[in-house]
């Protein structure tokens, strides 16, 4: 039997970027994946499909697991000749109690590994604009845990130690307890006016910060309901320029946003709006299945070589497309002197990335600009075309290319089917939180997230890549309320930029 490891893995506080290159590599080779309620489940998404995914709770009221219970599934699957990751919040070993899973480990005779993650109590704050640490402001940092009341009977906080400390203090839990915390501290002679920062769902677009004193904070929190997880963040550090909060000032920050692609091809638009701060999740409607009739598309792609043009319309097109390709022939050349165009840069970069130059590109990313480019560059009468394009419905170019007198050909090479898998995670976000915006990249996206039949609150905005989109959409009797002016994933997180508002150059103070 091979010898089980486990690694306790930080997930960082919540943006899942925060992850260390160390962790994703480990997760990727777990058999067996241990992680709690603060560690952001997109994580998961690393570890191998077939990898065992236990969650062992933990949030306040929600202890789902003893942590007795948890060391000896740690150490039973280890022994059991497994690679487990223990996924934790922010680092392992801040209050995480990765300290107890390290011992029973041990005790047990467990190879194990640590592998530390950046912690909500230095995390939180940078993304709240505050540096635990500043050279003017102090040169000492306290951690510590709220976790403990301080008015139980010998509670092992000591509050006098705590207030008395120099420099900047961060406690981790205790929110529910801010009260009875800020009062023991203000009773051990801290500063009522020293300045207090509450940051809530730290590094995530749900981000919340609350700023006060050490006087009026508790009240606060509880006239706005301020609720965990948070750190509170107590010191001169707490209360430094506004402009330093870079990341509630971004565009979209807080924006709620759901992505219709198919989940191979949300990612590049979730990234790019999460990149502008908006809280972008992925409710794919469709997904791309091969071309029904295989072998119609295989001879036709087998005689590519023999056509003047290949036409492609779309980056999944041109995939079946160079896919098929490469399984029949070995060597690019066999490609032959067929010259190729493309409708628009994303299709264009997927063509390049077969290491194939584009001859035609239009500047206006439309089937209509596409046909306008290539009768521009050529007399296409009596010229063979092969338009490679997706199944179902009547296709522009080939209709136009065909009236200019070009003997055309169609290579099917794929088809939309609705998303019925992998979509619960999305609809099950939409139905709880609902969405400002939902994006729309063609009109099967559109169908289809129709056809779920979720409510859609009278507020939520619509936005489509480009005109062909758009009039899917109005016959659909969508509204439109923003289209991207370059019809590419780009021009449409650029367009929803555009429509949220410019940028916050100060941001306003939140809370006070
Ligand atoms: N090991 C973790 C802390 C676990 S204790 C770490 O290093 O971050 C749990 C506490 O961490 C929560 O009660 C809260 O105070 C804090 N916390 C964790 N993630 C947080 C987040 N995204 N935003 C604010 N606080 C968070």
Redesign the pocket.
């Known amino acids: 039997m091979p010898e089980g490891i486990c690694y306790l893995v ?1 997930a960082g ?2 943006d899942p970027l925060l992850l260390t290159l160390k962790g994703k590599s480990r997760l990727g080779r777990a058999q067996v994946v241990v992680y709690d309620s ?1 560690c952001n489940p997109e994580l998961l998404d690393f570890a191998p499909a077939g990898a065992e995914k236990i969650h062992a709770g933990k949030r ?1 009221g929600d202890h789902t697991m003893p942590q007795q219970d948890i060391n000896a599934l740690l150490v039973r699957e280890t022994l059991a000749g497994k690679t487990v990751v223990r996924l ?9 109690r ?1 300290g107890e899973e390290a011992e029973a480990l041990a005790a047990a005779g467990c190879r194990f590994e640590t592998v530390p ?5 230095i ?2 704050p940078a993304y709240a604009g505050i540096p635990v640490t500043h050279r003017s402001h102090n040169t000492t940092l306290t951690i510590f ?3 403990e009341d301080p008015a139980k009977e010998g509670s092992s906080l000591d509050f006098r130690a705590i207030a008395a400390a120099p420099g900047t203090k961060v ?5 529910e307890r801010l009260k009875t915390i800020s009062q023991s501290l203000l009773d051990s002679g801290m500063d009522p006016q020293t300045p207090v920062a509450l ?6 677009p749900r ?1 919340q910060t609350l700023r006060g004193t050490l006087a009026d904070i508790a009240a606060q929190a509880e006239s706005t309901g301020f609720k ?5 963040i107590f010191g001169e550090v707490a209360a430094l320029d506004p402009k330093l909060r870079w990341f509630e000032s971004l565009p979209l920050f807080g924006k709620r946003i759901a992505v219709t692609r198919t989940r191979s091809q949300a990612g590049a638009l979730t990234e790019r709006l999460r990149e502008l701060g908006a809280d972008a999740y992925e409710l794919p409607t469709i997904r791309t299945e091969p071309a029904p009739d295989k072998r119609a598309f295989y001879e036709l792609v087998a005689y590519a070589h023999s056509y003047d043009w290949l036409v492609f319309t779309s980056p999944n097109g041109a995939d079946a497309f160079f896919g098929a390709f490469y399984e029949i022939y070995r060597d690019a050349r066999d490609l032959g002197g067929v010259r190729i165009a493309s409708v628009g840069p994303a299709t264009a970069a997927r063509v390049n990335s077969f290491r194939f130059q584009v001859d035609i590109q239009p500047e206006k990313h439309t089937a209509e600009n596409l046909v306008a480019a290539l009768a521009k560059e050529t007399s296409v009468e009596n010229l063979k075309i092969l338009v490679v394009r997706p199944e179902g419905g009547r296709d522009v170019v080939s209709e136009q290319l065909s009236k200019l007198g070009a003997i055309v050909d169609e290579a099917i090479a794929y088809r939309t089917v609705p998303e019925t898998e992998a979509n619960a995670a999305g609809i099950a976000r939409f139905q709880k939180d609902g969405a400002d915006l939902v994006t729309f990249t063609s009109g099967s996206t559109a169908e289809n997230f129709q056809k779920l039949g979720l409510q859609v609150s009278a507020s939520t905005k619509f936005a489509s890549i480009g005109p062909v989109t758009s009039a899917a959409m109005r016959q659909l009797g969508m509204r439109v309320d923003i289209e991207a002016e370059t019809h590419d994933i780009p021009g449409l997180a650029a367009a929803i930029e555009k429509f949220f508002g410019t940028p916050k150059k100060s941001p306003q103070p939140s809370g006070t």
């Open positions: 930080g506080p919540g603060l306040a934790k919040g922010g680092d392992p070993f801040l209050f995480g990765g993650g950046i912690t909500s109590a995390g939180g845990t709220g976790h406690m981790l839990m205790g929110i940051v809530r769902e730290a590094t995530t981000q965990a997880p948070a750190v509170a």
